[in-house]
């Protein structure tokens, strides 16, 4: 026969697990009701008043050892809040104070731009006022060099814009003043402009400018020059400009020597060269913005100024500046170092004015 398999044999022991082993269950002990506690009642007892004394004692026992704690607890958040709301106000003060900082830059860099617009529009302004210059008179001068003659320079002199220097070179020319430029010699020639020596402001050129009252002194054209050079910016000796020298920016201070006087002794000051008179005038070549600080323009040349650059060709004595004996004679103030410093960029040839005057 067939045997049944062996998990079929006992089909009620698979249905039905075998029950759990019993656990030990914890035995609680019988809590005594109020009955059970006879004695509490018979041992203690109070009356109303003690209970009630007690009893708040031991409330105020109770409420002094939690109670501060919910009060520290609202103090603490109170203190944060008021923290953070001071914290708040000092961001906005902070970007308030950075908004105004803003606008007061801006404001600034508006004004900035406004000046310079201002700037610009004066510069403009003076410089249309200063190029465009009206001529009041004219003048000539016949030129010869070594005798020859090499032609006539006109010039148109601006009475409006610089009228004491105009009013000075026309008398000049002219021979009102008692003097004139005629039989008078060009000294320098340099690359950018030709300079005339001028009248002097000794001997027979003040004796003569005396009699008729004339002043050789430059005071007036000084005052001038500061003005007109204030108004108009930049470059003034242009090329073909006519100008009077005015002063002199490199002249050294005068020196103090001590000088017996009646038996006493004296300290008097003993000028190193000569100041300019007012009557040296320079005609520009080329742009000269290194006689600007010297030379106050009074016209410019209207024809002949093939003529300024015949001048210009002259040869003249090479400037020696580098010699090193020349340095030390200038530095010791050594007067043959003045002189030799005048000869500098003098002409071989007798450039000469020999005729001058004033058209109509």
Not at 115 to 142: P, R
Not at 341 to 355: A, D, H, I, Q, W
Request: aromatic share 6%; glycine share 6%.
């Amino acid at each position: 026969m067939l045997q049944t398999p062996k998990f079929l044999q006992s089909p009620t022991k698979l249905l039905h697990p075998p029950p759990p082993p019993p656990q030990n269950i914890p035995q609680f002990q019988q809590v005594p009701t109020s009955q059970s506690f006879p004695t509490l009642k018979q041992c203690c007892k109070f009356s109303r008043r003690e209970l009630a004394i007690r009893s708040n004692s031991l409330l105020l026992f109770l409420l002094g050892f939690q109670g501060p704690e919910p009060f520290k607890l609202s103090e603490a958040r109170a203190e944060e809040e008021n923290l953070e709301d001071t914290n708040t106000k000092e961001d906005v003060n902070k970007v308030n104070q950075e908004d105004t900082n803003a606008r007061k830059e801006i404001n600034k860099v508006n004004q900035e731009v406004t000046n310079v617009k201002e700037e610009i529009n004066n510069d403009s302004n003076s410089t249309t006022t200063c190029s465009d210059k009206s001529l009041t008179k004219k003048a000539f001068l016949d030129i010869s060099i070594d005798g020859k003659p090499v032609g006539r320079i006109v010039m148109g002199l601006y009475g409006n814009d610089a009228p004491i220097g105009a009013a000075r070179f026309a008398s000049l020319v002219s021979g009102r003043a008692g003097i004139s430029y005629r039989r008078k010699e060009f000294v320098k020639i340099l690359p950018n402009y030709v300079q005339h020596g001028g009248v002097r402001s000794y001997g027979v050129d003040a004796e003569l400018a005396k009699r008729t009252g004339s002043n050789l002194e430059a005071d007036n054209l000084v005052d001038e020059w500061e003005r007109v050079n204030e108004k108009c910016p930049g470059t003034k000796n242009l090329a073909g400009t006519v100008s009077i020298v005015v002063r002199d920016p490199s002249r050294p201070p005068p020196k103090l020597k001590l000088v017996a006087r009646r038996g006493n002794l004296e300290i008097d000051e003993e000028e190193v060269r000569n100041a300019p008179n007012g009557t040296e005038f320079i005609v520009s070549l080329k742009d000269s913005p290194e006689v600007d600080a010297s030379a106050l323009v009074v016209g410019r040349v209207l024809e002949g100024m093939e003529v300024v650059e015949k001048i210009g060709q002259v040869k003249t004595v090479q400037e020696n500046t580098s010699s090193p004996y020349f340095r030390v004679a200038k530095l010791i103030g050594d007067k043959r170092a003045v002189v030799a410093e005048r000869g500098f960029n003098r002409p071989y040839s007798k450039v000469l004015v020999t005729n001058c005057g004033l058209m109509e």
